[in-house]
């Protein structure tokens, strides 16, 4: 890459913004002791899954509208507003003393979700387009490698922050929840300076509903899109469910509080292994056998906990952390290959839509299985996962 090229400077500098708001602002502090703040304020597990189910029909409703709204007006503006109103909030969720506080803070913390879902991969795709025309460079493995270098910095971002969160958790649950805000405050001030020309999309019809049922159409009667939609949802969700029981489950396994939060560092490290390996090798390997390494990784760790949990089953939740980094380094530009620039966010925003609808059912059987008992959510997460896996694995052979 010619990196002395004068025209070049600036994209880089844009590139780089959009990677360090992206990456600050993807770990939330209070992560690993989310599950003790609300046993604290007197949810179960299957209040804790009713929560989060009502994050996900408010993101469902609102995703791809406001991924529209994005790509026709600014994407950067979409980001400072998204990543304000999560910082907000999280301080008022600090504050809250039962499960409909919960509700209505899950329900906010939708809208801002929704608003910057696909809006950090749209703008990243965008400036490595214009490095890929400047130097000459193929887009495809450069996108690959920028959205896994995306990652580990995400991946590095939240470790730190996870680490934090353990010790300041032990001091006051709300005040971790509380200093969850920070990072996103910092997300949106780097935003404010994010210079987005990125192409804007243009409207076809008067009524944006239509463009946006164009748009849904297109997502859906595109063999090739439609594919690799439906795998980076099940990819995407199959590491999402179980993480509400994961600290229950490291305490049931005999880790004790103190270093739970440790526990969940060294998970983090565990999918900046995986994002690692995906730059590695992602580029030498089919769309289905990229499919292939997690839905393997994901059955190994389930299975394997699912079956026995202790202290030494316990370690195979890392399996999970290398799922998790390799599949959000592998199926965005899975999907933005067979996307069009202006259409980015919103189809983006779509496939987040798709992967939400799946999480609902997901999750709620996963939380009422491990209220029956822990082991059973993990079990849960493989009889889910598994065949959907296998199913979009042969899709994907079947039409490369």
Known sequence: MKTRDPTLKPIVSNLHLVIAESSITAGLLAMSVLTPFFNSIGLNQTQI??????FMIITILLNLPLGYI?????????????????????LVYSQIGGFWGAVF?????????????????????????????????????????????????????????????????AISLRLAV???????????????FIKDDSTKLQPTHQNPLKDISHIIK??????MLRRRIFAFAIAREMTHGIIWAATPLFLEAGVPMSFVSLVWAGNTMMAILGTHLAA??????????????PVALMTISTM????????????FYGLMGITQGWTAATMPPM??????????????????????????????????????????GLLATTIIFLPLGLISIKTLTKHA
Not at 76 to 84: E, Q, S, T, V
Not at 178 to 192: D, E, M, P, R, T
Not at 218 to 223: D, G, R, S, V
Not at 356 to 366: D, E, F, K
Request: glycine fraction near 6%; hydrophobic fraction near 45%; include cysteine.
């Open 49 to 54: 899954s009713e929560t989060q189910m009502m």
């Open 178 to 192: 509380a200093l969850s805000s920070v990072n996103h405050f910092i997300g949106g001030i780097i935003s404010i």
């Open 218 to 223: 297109i997502c859906l009667q595109t063999p």
């Open 335 to 376: 999907v933005q290959r067979y996307t069009k620039p202006s259409e980015e966010t919103s189809v983006l925003s779509f496939t987040k839509t798709l992967s939400h609808l799946l999480y609902i059912p997901a999750v709620w059987i996963i939380g009422y299985a491990s209220d029956i008992k822990l082991t059973y």
């Open 105 to 169: 803070c899950e329900c906010i913390f939708g809208i801002s979700s929704a608003l910057t879902d696909g809006v950090d991969q749209s703008l990243l795709k965008h400036f490595v387009s214009k490095i890929a025309n400047t130097t000459d460079t193929s887009e495809s493995n450069l996108l690959k490698t920028k959205t896994a270098h995306l990652e580990i910095a995400r991946q590095a971002c939240s470790l730190f922050i996870v680490i934090l969160g353990g010790p300041i958790g």
């Open 70 to 90: 994005a790509d026709r007006f600014s994407r950067k503006w979409a980001n400072i507003i998204g990543d304000f109103g999560h910082a907000i909030i999280m």
């Open 280 to 293: 590695k090798y992602s580029n030498r390997l089919s769309d289905s056998a990229i499919l292939v390494v």
């Open 304 to 315: 394997t906990m699912g079956l026995k949990l202790n202290i030494v089953t316990v370690w």
